[in-house]
């Protein structure tokens, strides 16, 4: 039988990681939401904004725990810094990999495989960063960023990972606390901007019906570029706060990733912003869960056989309400 205490560690640490699945996911629910498209470069965003707050740190020279009102200045930099890389990679994918093939009305197989492409484009360009530096002789200049470039990096967290509360063995840190407030808080954001704002009506408008949208004068190519840019801005964020509760990262990270956030936007109805995030808190206690009764090793196996009976009994996701017909 499980202890008490065991069962309460796995369920928030499952919170926690379920946060941040959630948070990942919402760029894969709001671009399927407004195109239809799996945007499967969504990945390597999340990767590339992970490595804008790796560096960050790095050029603050921020030291592992050192605390004080500078470790939060710090944070809040090297969250500026993932949220604006990665809206930037997101409107660059969506520049370079779908806008041509949207004004050319190409079939949703020819973006999937545009988006693949860019996926692998984007994770190999930060994997051959060392060599790219070399070639323009900036590897001495560049050298703590750019190596070593095929394996993991270290994030310094300059926030103290102190224990807020320890009762009979169930223990919360502060780390852990500050990932799941904040990624609760983006996401409660990021649905009130769609709902209550005049471009979030306009996103939810195309979603809805895009003729009927440009009849009313929302501009189409706008609302694609606001939907990406969201969906990078969260990738970013989710990015720090992963790098808070891992504390690494590496060129190929969005891959696995990548696919727990997008199977956590189909648990919980892709096209749904609320169902990101009940599908992220889902998949996020359902490994935990899974890795108790079965070992680490078969984490993977229980969250993906979780997605195929949800997708059984109920192809739409657990609310499977889409974006266009969000309440108002």
Same mark, same amino acid.
């Given at each position: 039988?499980?202890p008490?205490s ?35 470069a969504?990945?390597e ?17 921020a ?8 470790a939060?200045?710090?944070l ?8 604006a ?7 660059l ?8 093939l ?20 984007l994770s190999?360009i ?11 002789n ?5 050298g703590d ?28 840190r502060?780390?852990q606390?500050i ?6 808080a983006?996401?409660?954001a990021?649905? !009130?901007?769609v ?6 009506r ?17 501009d !189409?190519?706008?609302?694609?570029q ?6 990078g801005?969260m990738?970013?964020?989710a ?33 749904n912003?609320?169902?990101?995030l009940?599908g ?11 890795? !108790?009764?079965?070992?680490?090793a ?11 009976v ?14 266009g017909?969000?309440?108002?």
């Open positions: 039988m499980v008490l065991t069962f309460l560690n796995l369920t928030f640490t499952g919170l926690v990681v379920g946060a941040i699945y959630g948070l990942f996911a919402l760029g894969y629910t709001l671009v399927y939401g407004v195109l239809r498209l799996i945007n499967f969504h990945s965003v999340f990767m590339w904004g992970s490595f804008a707050a790796v560096w960050m740190m790095t050029l603050l020279n030291r592992a725990g050192s605390g004080g009102p500078a939060v200045l710090y809040l930099l090297a969250l500026l810094a993932a949220m890389v990665s809206g930037a990679v997101a409107l994918v969506e520049r370079v990999a779908y806008r041509r949207r004004e050319k009305k190409s079939p949703p197989l020819v973006a999937l495989i545009s988006a693949i492409g860019a996926s692998f484009m190999e930060m994997g051959l960063r060392d060599r790219i530096a070399g070639w323009l900036l590897d001495g200049v560049l960023y750019v190596r070593p470039a095929r394996e993991n990096t270290q994030f310094v967290n300059p926030l103290p990972n102190a224990t807020l509360l320890d009762v009979g063995g169930f223990q919360v502060s780390t606390l990932v799941l407030v904040a990624a609760l983006m996401m409660i990021l649905e !009130q901007f709902r209550r704002s005049r471009l979030g306009g996103v939810r408008a195309v979603s809805q019906d895009a003729e009927a949208a440009a009849l009313m004068g929302v !189409q190519k706008r609302v694609v606001l939907t990406f840019l969201l969906g801005l990738a970013g964020a990015a720090l706060l992963y790098l808070m509760h891992i504390g690494v990262t590496r060129y190929n990270v969005g891959f696995i990733l990548g696919i727990k956030a997008f199977t956590a936007a189909v648990l919980g109805g892709i096209g912003i609320r169902g990101a009940l992220g808190l889902v998949l996020g206690l359902a490994e935990n869960y899974g890795s !108790q009764l079965f070992g680490s078969w984490k993977d196996v229980v969250s993906f056989l979780l997605l195929v949800v997708l059984l009994f109920r192809p739409t996701g657990l609310l499977g309400e889409s974006l017909k969000a309440r108002a």
